[in-house]
Nanobody, 114 residues
Framework: DVQLQASGGGLVEPGGSLTLSCTAS????????MWWLRQVPGKDLEWIAV???????AYDSSVKGRFTISRDNAKYALSLQMRSLKSEDTAMYYC????????RGQGTQVTVSS
C-alpha cells in the first residue's frame, strides 16, 4: 500500500524560509522520480519540483532559484527547502510519485503572510 505523508508546513512571513519533508512507504523509493506539487483552492494542481533517481532536479520557473528538492533513498525521504518565500507560494503542498499527483497522500499547508 503506497503511502506518502508530507509535513513541515506552517505560517511564515514573506522572505522567510521553510523546509517540507515527505516520508514514503509501500514502494521502492529509490526507483522512482519524486515530485513536489502544490495547489491553491480553486486552481489546478501544479508541479514545482522533481528529482530523478540519479538526483537530477528540475524546477518550475516560479520557484527556481528559491526552492531546493532533495532525497534520501535510505530513509525513504523527500525534502523541499524553500527560501525567499512569497505570498503567492501560499498553497497546499504534496509529494507525489508522478507529475499529475495520482498518488500524493495528505498534503501540508504553507501560508506566507505578514
Amino acid at each position: 500500500d503506497v503511502q506518502l505523508q508530507a509535513s513541515g508546513g506552517g505560517l511564515v512571513e514573506p522572505g522567510g524560509s521553510l523546509t517540507l519533508s515527505c516520508t514514503a512507504s509501500g514502494f521502492i523509493f529509490a526507483r522512482d522520480a519524486m515530485w513536489w506539487l502544490r495547489q491553491v483552492p480553486g486552481k489546478d494542481l501544479e508541479w514545482i519540483a522533481v528529482i530523478d533517481v540519479r538526483g537530477g532536479t528540475a524546477y518550475d520557473s516560479s520557484v527556481k532559484g528559491r526552492f531546493t528538492i532533495s532525497r534520501d533513498n535510505a530513509k525513504y525521504a523527500l525534502s523541499l527547502q524553500m527560501r525567499s518565500l512569497k505570498s503567492e507560494d501560499t498553497a497546499m503542498y504534496y509529494c507525489s510519485r508522478d507529475q499529475s499527483g495520482t498518488v500524493r497522500g495528505q498534503g501540508t499547508q504553507v501560508t506566507v503572510s505578514s
